[in-house]
């Protein structure tokens, strides 16, 4: 079931969503959205994935209790931690060691309001090639320029030493490929985030599918540039999320009132 919805001058259609009252509850309410979304379109979490939200003007952020799969989270497991990944909401709460991955980003970044790891299985055939995303469809083209491959050494993340590195492998750029992992993203919001890490895995397959039937013929770096400036911009994240929304409330209906 869906409402008209007024939104920048223009009637969009939303799905009937359990209504809160401030910022921070619309915050977290859209991050349990986004949960649910990556896991409809297939991105593998697991225990190792994670996404997390920056509270408005705060060094907290939004996490979901480790060891929970994307598809299973619900508003109980959703909890504020600090910079320190110190719990300061809720008790006993175990957080993903990892996550000082997404610290380091936000405190060299200002402008990112949301980080999202998964181990997306084009994107992660890919980096096993080496290889960074070329663009070489129109829709991909949001990628243009956005880009970068990360040797992460093998290792798993822990501590703030390789969050500090990714952070300065990124600097201004929002996708990161990470070499025999998957893909990270960090965006000024939660639809773009997800967004670009379904972006991203769309544009892996079909790379890898062109890869393997002959010789690349990318589109020139001056009509990706034009591509993505009408793609990459939080007015076309706002459409794409919409979309997604509806998608949600058709597969998970009992979501939307969470």
Excluded at 127 to 148: K, P
Excluded at 197 to 220: I, Y
Aim: include cysteine; glycine fraction near 8%; proline fraction near 4%.
């Amino acid at each position: 079931m869906v409402r008209n919805v007024k939104m920048a001058g223009n009637i969009v259609r939303m799905p009937k969503i359990r209504q809160v009252d401030d910022e921070v509850s619309a915050l977290r309410q859209q991050l349990l959205f986004a949960f649910h979304i990556v896991d409809m379109l297939g991105q593998p979490s697991g225990m190792g994935s994670h996404l997390t939200a920056r509270l408005p003007g705060a060094n907290t952020f939004f996490f979901h209790v480790h060891n929970f799969g994307f598809g299973e989270v619900t508003p109980d497991l959703i909890h504020e931690a600090d910079f320190e990944l110190n719990v300061v909401s809720g008790k006993n709460v175990d957080v993903n060691p990892t996550l000082h991955i997404h610290t380091q980003i936000y405190a060299a970044r200002p402008d990112v309001a949301c980080i999202l790891h998964t181990h997306a299985k084009h994107v992660t055939a890919l980096s096993a090639l080496g290889e960074n995303i070329q663009v070489i469809t129109q829709s991909g083209a949001r990628l243009h320029n956005e880009c970068v491959l990360f040797d992460e050494d093998d290792g798993v993340a822990l501590g703030k030493g390789p969050g500090s590195a990714m952070a300065r492998a990124l600097e201004q750029k929002s996708c990161m490929v990470l070499k025999n992992h998957g893909l990270l993203t960090a965006a000024a919001s939660i639809p773009a985030a997800v967004i670009l890490a379904d972006t991203m895995e769309k544009e892996a397959e079909m790379l890898l599918m062109a890869k393997a039937a002959g010789a690349l013929a990318p589109p020139s770096a001056e009509g990706s540039e034009r591509t993505k400036e009408f793609l990459h911009n939080e007015k076309a994240f706002g459409r794409g999320w919409t979309y997604l929304m509806r998608r949600l409330a058709l597969r998970r209906p009992d979501i939307m009132n969470m």
